[in-house]
């Protein structure tokens, strides 16, 4: 009687530790996945860091390159203006030398106005000089006739006519030398006038043109001082934004070392999380393992059922032809095209679907606890899943990951330990993806499965302590 109830207090002990331990892993398993979600949060922040250092540092560089720009400019700015000041005094020089051209040019066009008057008076003079002449020379004519009259007593005054007469028509022909050289001189002076007033007139045309040259350099000289006004204000703003830069490339620098370090420090954590997981779970294990029933007995002895079932199933399929031995060890994963995420078909899935998922299905729907019923073969590959988790694709791959989980690959730590595993049921814990980023930790049980004495891979059972909304 004593020793009947030593028993069941151990047996009560046992499995409370048993319930502890799956605990204990549970909330290892979770803990696990938010350090893991933090730590991957983390080295994508550092990636983006990285990034920010990269560019940070480009900017460095540019700015380094605007300065020394800048600082060209403003050298390029004070030797234009230099520049610009001596070519706006040669040209103030240059105009004033002009000017003074201009006013000579304009004297001498006076002067010749001047010298066309003269000629104008001498032939005047010419032309009464001929007058003279014309008139003399009609005395002389005349002198000459009445000399004639007058006979031997007129013959002195014929000599004096005829001398008069000569003189007259030497006059004349002076006179009309005089005229034609007169009217050349006066031809020659128009021309040169003509020309001088022409040339007086693009001299003024030229002085106002000069005029505007000096404006336009003046302005020039005074947008080239407003540059460099603004060159050096651009300078000091680009010294007061590398400041900024480095120190912000610093503080960078400084954050980034501290999240690595952190990042690194996560990462030890998980490793520590994982082994104590790990540990736990081993306890676990053995504890169900032990002969003394727990919780989870019930959980391992349906998945051996399940398993049984499904071995005698196949193999009776087999035996009747309704499948082939190759077709059930099919491992030629052929993706279905379109899928996202890629599913894979093998000639087992067709049987599989008929088949296996009613049994699956039947399985899962017997305990609200249970979160799935699968089998996986020894690469992990799903060939059929329960009926909620085996819709046809949508075109949101989000929902696919949640709801098409059949014809898939999952392998992870545990499925690989299961697969290498001989032992009659191995029972572990894991964080569930649930995609789009959703885990649910949860208890697995594992049993192998044979088909004709050769391992096909596991059935498995995924389950809560408390019934959950997968």
């Not at 949508?394 to 014809?407: E, H, I, L, Q, V």
Request: aromatic share 6%; glycine share 6%; net charge negative.
């Amino acid at each position: 009687m004593a020793s009947s109830a030593t028993g069941n207090a151990d047996a009560t002990a046992i499995n409370a530790v048993a319930r502890n331990c799956g605990s204990l892993a549970i909330e290892c398993s979770d803990v696990s996945g938010y350090v893991a979600g933090v730590s991957e949060r983390i080295s994508s922040n550092l990636r983006t860091l990285d990034r920010l250092e990269e560019v940070t540092g480009r900017l460095l560089a540019d700015q380094a390159s605007v300065a020394e720009s800048t600082d060209e400019a403003r050298l390029l700015a004070e030797q234009a203006r230099e520049k610009l000041a001596a070519g706006r005094a040669a040209i103030e020089d240059t105009i004033g030398i002009f000017s003074g051209l201009t006013d000579l040019v304009v004297q001498l066009g006076e002067r010749m106005a001047g010298f066309a008057e003269a000629m104008s008076r001498v032939q005047n003079v010419s032309a009464a000089i001929e007058s003279i002449a014309y008139k003399t020379n009609m005395l002389a004519l005349n002198a000459t006739i009445e000399a004639a009259r007058a006979g031997e007593a007129g013959r002195s005054f014929a000599v004096v006519a005829a001398e008069v007469k000569k003189l007259a028509h030497e006059t004349r022909s002076a006179t009309s030398e005089i005229a034609g050289t007169i009217a050349s001189l006066t031809r020659e002076a128009e021309a040169v006038t003509s020309e001088i007033e022409t040339g007086v007139g693009r001299s003024r045309a030229a002085q106002s043109g000069f005029a505007t040259l000096t404006e336009t350099v003046r302005d020039v000289s005074d947008i080239v001082a407003m540059v460099d006004r603004q060159t050096d204000g651009i300078a000091q703003s680009t010294a007061l934004i590398q400041q900024s830069v480095d120190s912000m490339k610093s503080g960078l620098s400084s954050f980034a070392a501290d999240a690595r370090e952190n990042g690194g420090e996560l990462h030890r954590a998980q490793d520590r999380l994982a082994t104590l997981e790990a540990l736990s779970g081993d306890m676990l294990d053995r504890l169900a393992s032990c002969g003394v029933r727990i919780d989870d007995t019930v959980f391992i002895e349906r998945a051996q059922a399940a398993a049984r079932e499904l071995q005698e199933m196949i193999e009776d399929a087999v035996a009747r032809g309704d499948v082939s031995e190759p077709d059930v060890f099919d491992t030629r994963y052929v993706p279905m095209p379109g899928t996202n995420p890629t599913q894979f078909e093998t000639r087992f899935c067709a049987f599989a679907d008929r088949r296996v998922r009613p049994i699956l299905d039947r399985v899962k729907a017997s305990d609200p606890r249970h979160i799935g019923c699968v089998m996986s073969d020894i690469n992990g590959y799903l060939p059929t899943h329960n009926s909620e988790r085996s819709q046809p694709q949508s075109s949101d791959p989000a929902w696919n990951a949640k709801y098409c989980r059949n014809r898939r690959n999952f392998i992870d730590d545990a499925t690989r330990r299961a697969i290498a595993s001989d032992q009659e049921a191995m029972l572990v814990t894991y964080r569930m993806n649930l995609g789009e980023g959703r885990y649910l930790p949860v208890k697995n049980v594992f049993v192998p499965l044979y088909i004709h004495g050769r391992r096909w891979g596991n059935f498995e059972i995924a389950y809560r302590d408390d019934e959950v909304a997968a």
